[in-house]
């Protein structure tokens, strides 16, 4: 009988010890490296659906404007040559209906199996329309001696806006407001202009300013948070114009543009865009600025295109407004 220890179960033991410890060290990897950049790549597509969202909403409601305002033109003109024309559209109010997807909760793997162990935390995120406190103002020589940052139209600001709750990538705000798609991070303390608003200044042959602006407003309430799909029903109100537009265009000596809002950020991002627009159409004379008010810890800033009697600033505003309501799509909202 031999009597020699003889090791080749513990050896099969150590083995397989070995392989289980290889194959955990390597999921622990693929969760530390690979789920992180999957979820941010998830998150990054999310944002860029976001953005397209956002775009085409806005494109929508100017192309509603839009038509809105060729039909009201149509009718006042066939008023005008005794109903001698062709009928002219009927004019009703337009809705338009879209879907925005909240999350990354949505997105699943293309074939294969899924483990939920191996997959990205899926974000969430908040669709909400909210009074942002900024006022816009527009204000001319017609109503006032000198402007006063005041002027005969504040105009609150409201906003339909996408905020994210990213768990791998950065946070991020769309949002619609008074015609414009913006963009805000780091908890608002950054905000960028992605599509301007309904304003432009331009110069004439004659050196004569005029400035065109739609004070395009949205009116509502509701927030839906969570994963899944909201839908968005817009519909267009039927407004008389602003008195200031009671002649299309308003011949003042200055026109003066300006937003009031408690966010630094937000009021750096107004006159950047203030002065973008009054220097791309080459306006010979204007100034901008800002005023801080300690009182309401608020800032204005301004954007004032001057004339003369002989070279006047021309002013015409079209009033646009919008009744907004989320409805929720799928279940898991809160």
Sequence with gaps: MSTLPNDEGLSEVIGFVLLLGVVVALLGMYMVYVVPINGREDEITQMNYVEEQFTDYKFTLDAIWTSQLINTNYANLQSNFGNTLSPAPSIIPATSTTT????????????????????????????????????????????????DNKGEFPINITSLEYCSNNNYWVQQCDSYEFGGVFLSQDNGNSTINRISPLISITQSANQSAVVNIVPLQIDGNGSYSGNGLVRVDTTQRTLPNYNISESAYVTNTWVNLSVTSANNATAAMWLQLFRDIAFREQVSSYIYGSAWNPASRSTTVFVNITGSNANPVSLYVQRAEFNVNLNSVASQFT
């Design 100 to 147: 925005m997807k909240l999350g990354t909760g949505s997105i699943t793997p293309q074939g294969g199996i899924s483990l939920p162990l191996f997959q990205p935390i899926a974000s969430s995120a908040t669709l909400s329309i909210d009074n942002t406190t900024d006022t816009f103002t527009i204000d001319s020589s017609s109503y006032h001696s000198s402007p």
